[in-house]
């Protein structure tokens, strides 16, 4: 039972999530057909319109180096509504992210859904439809 | 104290108030009126439970009179920088007259954060209404909404325009704003300010009904070694309608005509 | 009643009525169910839509109740779902004329390569109409004597509808154009005119041109917990014919518009036309 609730729960944020991340004109330089996730540290956030761009630097395991990926969220309005702040992700914190890669297949990619420290962060917006 | 003007006055108030409340339908408007004024007649009646007469309906266009660049206190003089924002302050002007204003995120389409954007030379119009106080600029359509009888939050998330809350003083709207971002300037000088200042506004009807008197009261701690008043006069614009305004547009075109793209 | 074909009371005429009935039912019955095919969806692969999201929800339980006043539009408005293309009917688009629908298929290919075309939104313009009412951010309406006040949260944009005026005889063409509204009854008609064509008609990419005319018919529903909106748009260089469509707007006390600052840092404005994510 709780795991089914926690699957339900965890679908449910993961479709809101993904709406928040409202595919604005730019998102279609993303392959929403695929997903990756990417294990690092983030090394800035930015909290501004019309799209949060959070720096993650990553580890290319092949060559061992850090790499920098730029990842794109929603806006910092809808964010808030599902529970981010400003402060919700910080320089130097550790963190898993979901995202749809670039289609050019750059280093970037669009947020699905971010965890620091094995927490998710944001929740879903009250009010179902 | 009750006298006729000041009932006269309120009736007035009550009854624009009422009908400003049912916007202008069409056939059905000459029933809604006359209810409105039972309405208001009925308010009149139990006007000595009520405390002064209303406050002043100051919905409509204004523009700034005598704008200026350099902001002063209301003593005439420049407002009182400590140390370092004084050192901050000079790098600004310095900068400003090698026409180097990249200090000032104006010129790249930003809000001018307050009290600035109030003291811009572009008109504005209010939009009054019971709950909530909007300002609309022209320059850029920035809003702002100073919503009335509230608190301001204890730890928001700051922003260009911050957040206000209002309340009426008698005849004079307070307004009380902080939540301030960094980064935006008091004037087009340069004043800088940081993220404890708190701004009270005070508007103020004039008795000819035309002109606005605002004060405003700068606090904060992190920039000036005391508090400070400054002030502004705006005056009413009536059948000026503000355009659409593009800041973005505005500063592509300067781009391209500047030879860059 | 007298129909279209209608001369009331002589006997060809009842035949005539019958016969174009009987077609009429007939042809109902048969076109019924499946939409009819469209480039959009023969399969074509290049040509795929974006699927609409879900949008707004109600209102939390325990929010303010909406008031009944169907002339009262004030407070906060959402939009359920979002589509992507507006056309008559979700996944059909607007009836382009042939060289218009080229057009918008150009630039669903350019987006589906991963270079979408730039439009207004991601240079921080405002989005034009009917595009604009397609917003996926909250809508504050307020009302003043002789104006209603569209205040959108994206991008700060304004709508000022000047009530029972006529439009200006030239007026000068702008992102949002000029808007005049009056009350049919219960329903706010607002008219759009004067919009310059610098944007799209919908974030596929759908052409208008300088004759862009917009009508919205705006209706409280359910007990004003909804706000309906049947959109008809008329464009006699771009479109064949004009077209509706309906939207749902839901009533959220619980929501105040936000400050969205557009220019802060858009790192999707276009590049040599082209849109990124930079």
Known sequence: MKTQQATLASAVLSALLAQAVWAHHSFATFDTAQQKTLVGTIKEVQWTNPHIWVQVLVKNDATGEMVEWSIEGGSPNGLSRQGWRRSSLKAGDPVEIVIHPLKNGSNGGSLMKVSVNGKPIGKPPAGKG | ?261 | MSGPLGQRGTKAGACLRAFVWTLLVAGTAVAAPPAPKTLFNSGDPTLALTPPLRGAGIAPPGSAPPNADPHNLEGVWWLQGYEYMLGPASGVPPPLKPEYMRILERRIRAKNRGTPEADASTQCFPHGMPRLMESPYPIEIVQTPGRITFLHEVAHNIRRIWMNRAHPANPPLTFLGDSVGHWEADTLVVDTVGLNDRTFIDDEGSSHSTRLHTIERYRKIDGGANLELIMTVEDPVTLEHPYSYRRVYHWRPDIRPQEYVCEENNRNAPINGVTVAK
Request: net charge neutral; hydrophobic share 40%.
């Open chain 2, 1 to 261: 104290m009750r006298n006729t003007g000041g009932l006269l006055r309120t009736l007035r108030t009550l009854r624009a108030r009422a009908t400003r409340a049912l916007p202008a339908p069409g056939a059905p408007e000459a029933p809604r009126t006359l209810g409105a004024l039972v309405l208001a007649a009925l308010l009149l009646a139990a006007a000595p439970a009520m405390a002064g007469s209303g406050p002043p309906d100051l919905t409509g266009v204004w523009s700034i009179v005598g704008h200026t660049s350099t902001l002063k206190t209301i003593e005439g003089s420049l407002p009182p920088l400590n140390a370092a924002a004084r050192t901050l302050y000079e790098q600004h002007l310095a900068a400003a007259a090698r026409g180097d204003r990249s200090f000032d995120g104006v010129t790249r389409c930003l809000p001018p954060g307050l009290p600035r954007l109030m003291l811009m030379n572009e008109p504005f119009e209010i939009l009054q209404r019971q709950r909530v106080i909007y300002f609309v600029h022209q320059l850029n359509r920035l809003p702002r909404r100073a919503y009335l009888g509230e608190q301001l939050p204890e730890d928001p998330d700051p922003l260009y325009l911050g957040f206000s809350v209002a309340h009426w003083q008698g005849d004079v709207l307070v307004i009380e704003s902080s939540g301030f971002r960094e980064g935006t300037l008091l004037d087009d000088a340069g004043l800088p300010h940081s993220d404890a200042l708190h701004l009270t506004e005070r508007y103020q009807l004039g008795k000819d009904g035309r002109t606005l008197h605002a004060r405003f009261k700068i606090e904060d701690p992190k920039t000036y070694t005391h508090s400070w008043n400054a002030q502004a006069e705006y005056v009413r614009r009536p059948g000026y309608e503000i355009p659409e305004e593009v800041c973005a547009d505005q500063l592509a075109s300067k781009l391209r005509q500047n030879g860059k793209d």
